[in-house]
């Protein structure tokens, strides 16, 4: 009986990709016609799969190819009318029902034909390397039981969503352990003590300082667990630094001066003015070659006074160092004097991306990048949002900077536009109030989406000699600009208790002042008080 492929679905600016999903295929046939594609084969089990597809519009026949692997056929048809994009098809509705579509825009349209082609197949080939993850390292040593030495009260700060808090708590010093503290560049592990979660560690001489909200007692049993996503990713980070640095100086003569590991991603500062686009990419091709080479990490533990110690790259020891120094030996690639956990080969890095290089301190450049795991996180996070601006700017991603510069120049004429209407209104409201045979000794206005320029110009119009001008704009539940003019004696007097009642500040003299108001649900309290005053300097005159 015959059955449908799984099909993925490309949409590019010259080609359309089909790609049937099925294993070991055999007997494949192809049919392209102009508007319409008929594809059978034999899967590995000897079923025949059959898929029609009716196409959105014409193709060229006689100007498509296929590519083969043992788990998919893929199929490129030259479209007739190039750069025009296709509707998604399972946004149609007259599609066959046993159509699987998974509709995909993740390559920019920006490069010639042969070349978004080579691109095409490489950046897939990079993926697949990339997904195929190697057993991580054995946790067996992650997991084992010690003894508690010290048990101490302490105290913690920490930053939680901006604020910082102090933690009451322990510092425990143990007889082993195998959760990192912070050095090196490398910030410390996390996991728990006998269930407990470590909060922090760090190192004293020779002593692993583990901070704990519960109390441990001297001598008793302790079982450490290390947080393992924490720390293979620091692994990943911290080896991928190593062999950057490494290959930065051999090929470019860039000596690493620091290196940050952060939270999203890492930087190394390099001792250079500057560098260029091109050795970016010479670097991170080089890079990914040895990663594909399984080079192997070794390390090794040396005593401070030999020979080989002084052969090593290394920023020299700490102060309070004590034992035997630990040397990092990526094969063949570099040896590096360095306390950080790694990775034992290369292959567990998966691939490393360099984002940017941007200009530090002191004429020296940081080379950002990412490692392993990071790479997978930050792909999926650029499809995402690849896929909303898409949404949002209705065009295709090879479109989608065109499409932000439009938006920013049409922004820009309606808001030089807006702005010349909100001038000619503030002449308008001063006029209109001028003319008013009845007009009282003050004038108010509260508008939204006006500016300082908007307020000034009526309070230029309208003059405060005799008047008392209370103007805002803004948000009337939130913050805002207020401006307050008027006779220099009561409007100096009255300040203070304006800006205390907005809890404002702003500056002036001479009976004119401006401001932010943080309340400005406040205005109405502050109109009253003018009133008030207006009406009792009137009855003063009379």
Known sequence: MKQPAKTLWFDRPRYVYVEFCVENSSDVKLDIEEKKLVFSCK?????????EIE???????KDSRE???DRSITFFVRKLKEKVAWPRLTKEKHKPAWLNVDFDNWRDWELDEETEMAALEEYAEMMDKVKEKPTPPSMDDLDFVTTVISCNTAELKVDTNGKKKTIKGYNVILKDTVLFPEGGGQPDDRGSINDIPVLRVTRQGPDAIHFVEAPLEPGSEARLMVDWERRFDHMQQHTGQHLIT?????KFGFRTTS??????????ELDTPSVTTQQIEVLE????EKIQDHVAVNVRLLSVDDP?????????????HAGPVRIIDIEGIDTNMCCGTHLPNLSYLQAIKILSAEKGKKNKTNLIFLVGNRVLKYVERSCALEKSLTSLLKCGPEEHVEAVDRL???VKLLQKGNLNLLRDLAVLVAQNFKNNPHRQKIFTLHRKDGDNEFMNIIANEIGAEETVIFLSVGDEKGAGMFLLAGPEEMIDRLWPRVAEILDGKGAGKRGRYQGKANKMSKRTEVEALLREQVTSSCAEEE
Do not use: C, F, H, T
């Not at 196409?55 to 026949?61: A, E, H, I, R, T």
């Not at 952060?262 to 190394?268: A, T």
């Open 43 to 51: 899967n590995e089990d000897g079923e025949e799969l059959y898929n």
């Open 55 to 61: 196409l959105y519009d014409k193709v060229q026949p």
């Open 67 to 69: 590519k083969r692997s």
């Open 246 to 250: 490494a290959l930065a100086d051999l």
């Open 259 to 268: 290196w940050e590991l952060g939270r999203l991603r890492s930087s190394i």
């Open 285 to 288: 091709k080089d890079v990914n």
């Open 308 to 320: 080989e110690v002084e052969k090593v790259r290394s920023r020299g020891l700490p102060d309070d």
């Open 408 to 410: 920013q120049k049409s």
